[in-house]
């Protein structure tokens, strides 16, 4: 039995050793600890509240101890001697280091604000999501393969209260149950013919013993939220959503995997969009076999549509976000996508295709199949994540904002080599020209803009400075509409400061109907030196994004992915149902 991280208080562990691991010995990640939960007054649990259609995970205790122990033997072979984990971006010691560090989980606990005053508009909650692994890796570990934990910020009245939760994944909770891992990290665990077939002779075996029902998914919810249809959902792309739930106290549950009525069945994005107007959601999914990209929307009470399939995109795509207009939905096939030649030769099974050429697709977003998707090509236009897209000339143009990965080939392994900068790229819906612009040079992801413009013509953008990714060590304002005077488009900056890294950050609106950016954005930051971490309120009406609030939080928050403020309205609907 895997043993789960020990609980120390004191500072985060020490950068890893420099020394390659050995590949005869358990890989450990020894460097990395968790802490102690603060001393301070914890609220009273919430009551729970059935939800409707959804997955519950089966509890139970594995049936037999010996299978367990056989099979526990065999995946140590596995990693230490058929796959260690020989590469940086693979080594938990590496790849776990410093703030990237997992957690325990942490009760509601109250907060100090420390400067300034938390603004009215903030009633609700912030949180962010990102993957925080409750088991130590054994083997090799991706960023991307640790289990989701949620980290919330609930604010009433000014007063903030931290609490940081595990999605309960039916993957979390058999492995949990188990007290060892049980499933394969899908990022790290399947790098060479070799390692993929060995770990998938000992997922076959777990199943075979019942250790795990993959019928009930194994995915992380460790990417992002969305909240619609009255639902708030933790989400991965790799599984169906997780309803979760922010009580009044400010603990964070997790309600179940969410089917839509049955509706939903395999996997869905962990970027859907939603139409401020109508309040309707857009969705997709992509896979390794054709239809290698599927898509779907929601009405605004979260009923789902029949799916989409686009057998149009010939080969599988590493398809992470999309975008919506008014009439589109607008997707990217890029370079990026499953790559068995990499894979044979020990790399991983998602690489870059120097060959194939990106495109934009742009499909009607009522269609009930693919017949009107038009594709247009756009050489080297690579990216992992959207930020907006509008219309223009009467609906005959389509705007797209993205940033462009300008060298994909790292955009998994070497993520510290990754540059992205952000591109306004029109399309001519007739003529099937394409022009683009840079927005700015500077290395920028994690972008957002005011939520009351989604799918619509925006003027401004906050973004994430890499330094380099997967750090973030500042946000920066763009002004969009500067694009066709050929400079930089940036408007408003904060650099946090030496030793301190943040993340995404998200915007709030002082009152709903303002100007496009009155209003703050918000974001979880880490200060290497001290060893703290804090929440900030910065005004983004300001040049250099002045902080109006900031508090001092009971524990480091690690550094994760997405995040989203829900006001407190709509956490008043998750409620009882």
Same mark, same amino acid.
């Given at each position: 039995?895997?043993?789960?991280?020990?609980?120390?208080?004191?500072?985060?562990?020490?950068?890893?050793?420099?020394?390659?691991?050995?590949?005869?010995?358990?890989?450990?990640?020894?460097?990395?600890?968790?802490?102690?939960?603060?001393?301070?007054?914890?609220?009273?649990?919430?009551?729970?509240?059935?939800?409707?259609?959804?997955?519950?995970?089966?509890?139970?205790?594995?049936?037999?101890?010996?299978?367990?122990?056989?099979?526990?033997?065999?995946?140590?072979?596995?990693?230490?001697?058929?796959?260690?984990?020989?590469?940086?971006?693979?080594?938990?010691?590496?790849?776990?280091?410093?703030?990237?560090?997992?957690?325990?989980?942490?009760?509601?606990?109250?907060?100090?604000?420390?400067?300034?005053?938390?603004?009215?508009?903030?009633?609700?909650?912030?949180?962010?999501?990102?993957?925080?692994?409750?088991?130590?890796?054994?083997?090799?570990?991706?960023?991307?393969?640790?289990?989701?934990?949620?980290?919330?910020?609930?604010?009433?009245?000014?007063?903030?209260?931290? !609490?940081?939760?595990?999605?309960?994944?039916?993957?979390?909770?058999?492995?949990?149950?188990?007290?060892?891992?049980?499933?394969?990290?899908?990022?790290?665990?399947?790098?060479?013919?070799?390692?993929?077939?060995?770990?998938?002779?000992?997922?076959?075996?777990?199943?075979?013993?019942?250790?795990?029902?993959?019928?009930?998914?194994?995915?992380?919810?460790?990417?992002?939220?969305?909240?619609?249809?009255?639902?708030?959902?933790?989400?991965?792309?790799?599984?169906?959503?997780?309803?979760?739930?922010?009580?009044?106290?400010?603990?964070?549950?997790?309600?179940?995997?969410?089917?839509?009525?049955?509706?939903?069945?395999?996997?869905?994005?962990?970027?859907?969009?939603?139409?401020?107007?109508?309040?309707?959601?857009?969705?997709?999914?992509?896979?390794?076999?054709?239809?290698?990209?599927?898509?779907?929307?929601?009405?605004?009470?979260?009923?789902?549509?029949?799916?989409?399939?686009?057998?149009?995109?010939?080969?599988?795509?590493?398809?992470?976000?999309?975008?919506?207009?008014?009439?589109?939905?607008?997707? !990217?096939?890029?370079?990026?996508?499953?790559?068995?030649?990499?894979?044979?030769?020990?790399?991983?099974?998602?690489?870059?295709?120097?060959?194939?050429?990106?495109?934009?697709?742009?499909?009607?977003?009522?269609?009930?199949?693919?017949?009107?998707?038009?594709?247009?090509?756009?050489?080297?236009?690579?990216?992992?994540?959207?930020?907006?897209?509008?219309?223009?000339?009467?609906?005959?143009?389509?705007?797209?904002?993205?940033?462009?990965?300008?060298?994909?080939?790292?955009?998994?392994?070497?993520?510290?080599?990754?540059?992205?900068?952000?591109?306004?790229?029109?399309?001519?819906?007739?003529?099937?020209?394409?022009?683009?612009?840079?927005?700015?040079?500077?290395?920028?992801?994690?972008?957002?803009?005011?939520?009351?413009?989604?799918?619509?013509?925006?003027?401004?953008?906050?973004?994430?400075?890499?330094?380099?990714?997967?750090?973030?060590?500042?946000?920066?304002?763009?002004?969009?509409?500067?694009?066709?005077?050929?400079?930089?488009?940036?408007?408003?900056?904060?650099?946090?400061?030496?030793? !301190?890294?943040?993340?995404?950050?998200?915007?709030?609106?002082?009152?709903?109907?303002?100007?496009?950016?009155?209003?703050?954005?918000?974001?979880?930051?880490?200060?290497?030196?001290?060893?703290?971490?804090?929440?900030?309120?910065?005004?983004?009406?300001?040049?250099?994004?002045?902080?109006?609030?900031?508090?001092?939080?009971?524990?480091?928050?690690?550094?994760?992915?997405?995040?989203?403020?829900?006001?407190?309205?709509?956490?008043?609907?998750?409620?009882?149902?």
């Amino acid at each position: 039995m895997v043993p789960k991280p020990v609980i120390v208080t004191g500072p985060p562990p020490p950068p890893p050793v420099s020394s390659p691991p050995n590949p005869l010995l358990k890989t450990a990640v020894s460097t990395v600890k968790t802490e102690e939960k603060p001393q301070t007054t914890t609220l009273p649990p919430p009551k729970t509240n059935p939800v409707p259609s959804i997955k519950t995970t089966p509890q139970r205790k594995t049936n037999s101890w010996a299978p367990a122990l056989m099979l526990n033997t065999l995946d140590n072979i596995i990693n230490n001697f058929i796959d260690p984990p020989l590469k940086p971006s693979l080594d938990p010691r590496h790849v776990l280091s410093q703030n990237f560090a997992p957690v325990d989980e942490l009760p509601p606990t109250e907060c100090q604000v420390v400067q300034g005053a938390l603004p009215p508009c903030l009633d609700g909650a912030y949180i962010r999501n990102g993957p925080n692994p409750q088991f130590l890796p054994r083997g090799p570990y991706h960023l991307f393969d640790g289990d989701g934990m949620l980290h919330a910020l609930r604010i009433s009245q000014g007063k903030p209260t931290l !609490c940081s939760r595990y999605v309960k994944t039916y993957k979390y909770t058999m492995e949990n149950d188990a007290g060892f891992p049980l499933i394969p990290n899908v990022f790290s665990g399947f790098n060479s013919l070799v390692a993929s077939a060995a770990r998938g002779s000992l997922s076959a075996a777990r199943i075979l013993t019942g250790q795990f029902n993959p019928s009930n998914g194994f995915g992380l919810a460790n990417t992002s939220l969305a909240f619609f249809g009255n639902r708030l959902f933790a989400l991965g792309e790799s599984d169906l959503p997780y309803a979760v739930n922010v009580t009044s106290n400010g603990d964070v549950e997790t309600i179940g995997r969410y089917d839509f009525n049955g509706k939903l069945t395999v996997s869905m994005t962990a970027h859907p969009k939603i139409d401020p107007d109508t309040g309707e959601c857009f969705a997709f999914r992509y896979g390794p076999i054709p239809p290698f990209l599927t898509y779907f929307r929601f009405d605004p009470n979260g009923n789902k549509y029949d799916d989409v399939p686009i057998f149009s995109m010939t080969s599988p795509s590493f398809l992470h976000d999309f975008a919506i207009t008014k009439n589109y939905a607008v997707f !990217c096939d890029i370079q990026l996508g499953m790559n068995p030649l990499d894979m044979i030769a020990g790399g991983s099974p998602v690489g870059s295709v120097a060959s194939k050429v990106p495109r934009i697709g742009i499909l009607p977003r009522d269609a009930k199949d693919e017949s009107k998707m038009k594709w247009f090509d756009v050489p080297g236009f690579n990216i992992i994540h959207a930020i907006n897209a509008w219309e223009e000339d009467g609906g005959r143009t389509v705007v797209l904002l993205a940033p462009n990965i300008l060298s994909v080939e790292h955009a998994l392994e070497r993520m510290e080599l990754i540059h992205a900068m952000v591109e306004k790229v029109k399309i001519d819906l007739e003529t099937g020209m394409v022009t683009r612009q840079p927005v700015s040079a500077r290395n920028l992801d994690f972008a957002v803009v005011n939520p009351a413009f989604v799918g619509k013509k925006n003027r401004f953008v906050y973004a994430a400075v890499g330094d380099p990714m997967p750090k973030i060590s500042g946000v920066v304002k763009l002004d969009v509409s500067k694009a066709n005077e050929r400079r930089d488009c940036t408007v408003g900056c904060r650099m946090f400061g030496e030793g !301190c890294y943040g993340g995404e950050p998200f915007f709030v609106a002082k009152e709903e109907g303002g100007e496009e950016d009155d209003g703050y954005l918000v974001t979880y930051v880490h200060d290497e030196r001290k060893r703290e971490s804090t929440f900030l309120v910065m005004d983004t009406k300001s040049p250099e994004l002045d902080v109006v609030a900031e508090v001092k939080l009971p524990r480091r928050v690690p550094y994760g992915f997405h995040g989203l403020f829900v006001k407190e309205s709509d956490l008043r609907k998750v409620g009882p149902l």
